[in-house]
């Protein structure tokens, strides 16, 4: 069965404490996975897709990786701002059609 | 602003009753998401359309549908409402309807049922 795990649910990190987030996947076929932040209340707000293995992708102080079975998240010094719930999810083929896959998430808390 | 607009914001009704939320896509995205996100919960697919037609449903209840205009608008009925039913819902749209582009959401409807 297609599964999309994130851990820890979550992080509670003191202001300039950097840290990384897990998303692990285990599906027929990966055609990208994507990173949200989603502020409470808030609609998920975009932030980075990867597609192969190997692939990272950076913002300010936020960088997505990419491996065949997960993906990290890593937050460099975070600062409170940066205190949200980050999902993952993948876009996979499955019976015929293609479906994103959404994980849990992880509720982030930086503390100043 | 992901530029995908959903109305209303929040809407408070009382069971057994019919609401009617609205998403309005990105300008240019023929495919409509559907989603459900409870307390605590995660995203729940309801059900995708695109350029009109239903593409594809996930756990979308008999007393719930949806459509989506010619003018791309989408709107996802929702009746004979639970208490259950509360949560919020959130409209996604993308370029098109099979793509690994990413999804952009709405804000999301906030519903309320007492």
């Known amino acids: 069965e297609d599964q999309v795990t994130q851990s820890p649910e979550a992080l509670r990190l003191q202001e300039g404490e950097s840290s990384s987030l897990n998303c692990s996947y285990t599906?027929?076929?990966?055609?990208?996975l994507f990173w949200y932040r989603q502020d409470p209340g808030k609609g998920p707000e975009f932030l980075f897709t990867l597609y192969s293995a190997g692939e990272e992708k950076e913002k300010e102080r936020l960088k997505a990786t990419l491996t065949k079975k997960e993906s990290f998240l890593h937050i460099t010094a975070p600062k409170p701002e940066d205190s949200a719930t980050y999902l993952c999810?993948?876009?996979?083929?499955?019976?015929?059609?293609?479906?994103?896959?959404f994980g849990t998430g992880t509720r982030l808390k930086v503390l100043a | 602003d992901s530029g995908v607009t959903q109305t209303p914001k929040h809407l408070i009704t009382a069971t057994g009753q019919r609401v009617t939320l609205r998403c309005s896509p990105r300008?240019?995205?023929?495919?409509v998401y559907w989603y459900q996100q409870s307390l605590d919960q995660g995203l729940q697919f309801l059900i995708q359309?695109?350029?009109?037609?239903?593409?594809a449903k996930g756990n979308i209840l008999e007393r719930f549908s949806a459509q989506q205009f010619p003018d791309l608008h989408s709107e996802l009925n929702l009746s004979s409402l639970e208490l259950g039913d509360s949560a919020l819902y959130f409209c996604a749209s993308s370029v098109r309807g099979q793509t690994n582009s990413p999804l952009h959401f709405g804000n999301g409807t906030r519903l309320t049922v007492t």
């Open positions: 300008s240019g995205d023929l495919s």
């Open positions: 599906v027929s076929g990966l055609r990208g």
């Open positions: 999810a993948v876009y996979t083929p499955t019976s015929g059609t293609y479906k994103y896959i």
């Open positions: 359309y695109y350029n009109g037609e239903e593409r």
